[in-house]
């Protein structure tokens, strides 16, 4: 909470004195490093190296953020997610880039981003229940790549050192080095949406184990207890000193209504990593 104040803090302050409290906060901050006023940067772990040019109106919200010296984050960046953005010396990321760490992206020496490129290392929005896809997994660029206007990262994404990636390409595998990738109009691949979608559907209690599994890793739920039921494509929470469980419907997504804070952290799991969006039902 203490650094989170001084990264609202420093969103109105000059470099001089947000340097001096980061310092504070425990933060390693390099000589020279620019944080203008307008920029929101935080990270539990943050480390800027000397000269970074962190430019106005920049959004850093991550666990763990570790910029090399002599490097520039553009005007209008978003560098947000739930794991960690890392680069070496001498990286530029362009104005208005988009880059969501919920694996963790890494950029090598002497590489940069051009302007409105968007990196996600996670894609899930429809729901893993009836076969859509979901990947999740970090992004990696290598030393000397430079990324034109306008490129997607996917999930997964890996480009080997000295490489040239043209404006408007996708990338969503491994890119040996030396190479040099453009779009082409002809190799675009129409694939029947029905098709895949049935062959990767799964049985109810197959997600439902999934998810479940997923979901209590690491976590201490305090003799909460989930409870699967495939046949009516529901599972169910039960908590401490409630009879009645809360219920929560993925064949016509619906859940019950609960401020508890369990409830609330599995509703944002299951829309974030499996693209189950449910209404409320008040």
């Given at each position: 909470?203490?650094?989170?104040l001084i990264s609202a803090i420093c969103v109105l ?270």
């Amino acid at each position: 909470m203490f650094k989170k104040l001084i990264s609202a803090i420093c969103v109105l302050l000059p470099s001089g004195p947000s340097r001096l409290l980061f310092r504070l906060a425990g933060h390693k901050i390099g000589k020279n490093c620019r944080l203008p006023v307008f920029s929101y940067v935080y990270a539990e772990q943050l480390e800027l190296g000397n000269d970074v040019d962190i430019r106005p109106f920049v959004l850093i919200n991550i666990p763990q953020c570790r910029i090399g010296s002599s490097s520039i984050v553009s005007y209008g960046t978003q560098i947000i997610g739930g794991k960690g953005f890392f680069t070496k010396d001498n990286c530029f990321i362009g104005p208005h880039c988009i880059i969501h760490c919920e694996e963790n992206v890494s950029l090598g020496f002497y590489s940069g981003l051009g302007a409105r490129c968007i990196v996600y290392s996670h894609g899930s929005f429809l729901p893993v229940t009836r076969g859509y896809p979901a990947k999740f997994a970090e992004i990696v660029i290598e030393d000397y790549v430079w990324i034109a206007v306008g490129v997607s990262f996917l999930p997964g994404a890996h480009v080997e050192s000295n490489c040239i990636i043209n404006a408007g390409v996708v990338v969503n595998s491994r890119i040996p080095s030396g190479t040099l990738l453009q779009y082409d109009a002809k190799q675009v691949q129409r694939l029947d949406l029905n098709k895949v979608t049935g062959f990767a559907k799964r049985s109810n209690q197959h997600y439902h184990k999934n998810i479940i599994d997923s979901f209590l890793s690491g976590r201490k739920l305090n003799s909460c207890r989930f409870e699967s039921n495939p046949e009516s494509n529901t599972v169910s929470l039960y908590l401490p000193g409630k009879v009645q469980p809360l219920s929560y419907d993925f064949e016509n997504y619906y859940c019950d209504n609960s401020s508890n804070k369990i409830h609330r952290e599995f509703l944002a799991f299951l829309r974030l990593r499996y693209g189950i969006n449910l209404r409320t039902r008040y």
